[in-house]
């Protein structure tokens, strides 16, 4: 069973950059595609980006694009989000998870696995 740790989340001011990390324990890992999400203050949790299991594929939530990076290293089991020009309203719970098939989807209800969280706060 695959289990998934978050880190890298903190304070930044806007404008400023963190790089998130998911790593995770078990070989199966690399055949997974992963998907980062997010929970703000009194938000639903929603879609950020997905890559795919072989890295060739990503999508991105049309808030975060041209902004956040999503990549993968197969040998170290991990998974990152590049996070630059931040701002408050990116705010919130970062959350990463897999889907099985490898395939991206922006759909929660396909993610099979998730992590604990990392909380990500970007002051005005």
């Known amino acids: 069973q695959v289990q998934l740790v978050e880190s890298g989340g903190g304070l930044v001011q806007a404008g400023g950059s963190l790089r998130l990390s998911c790593a995770a324990s078990g070989r199966a890992f690399n055949s997974y595609a992963v998907g980062w999400f997010r929970q703000g203050p009194g938000k639903q949790r929603e879609f950020v980006a997905a890559?795919?299991?072989?890295?060739?594929?990503?999508n991105y939530a049309d808030s975060v694009k041209g902004r956040f990076t999503i990549s993968r290293d197969n040998p170290k089991n991990t998974v990152y989000l590049q996070m630059n020009s931040l701002k408050p309203e990116d705010t919130a719970v970062y959350y990463c998870a897999v889907e099985k098939t490898g395939h991206i989807t922006e759909l929660q209800s396909k993610y099979d696995i998730w992590g604990q969280g990392t909380q990500v706060t970007v002051s005005s």
């Open positions: 890559i795919s299991w072989t890295g060739a594929n990503t």
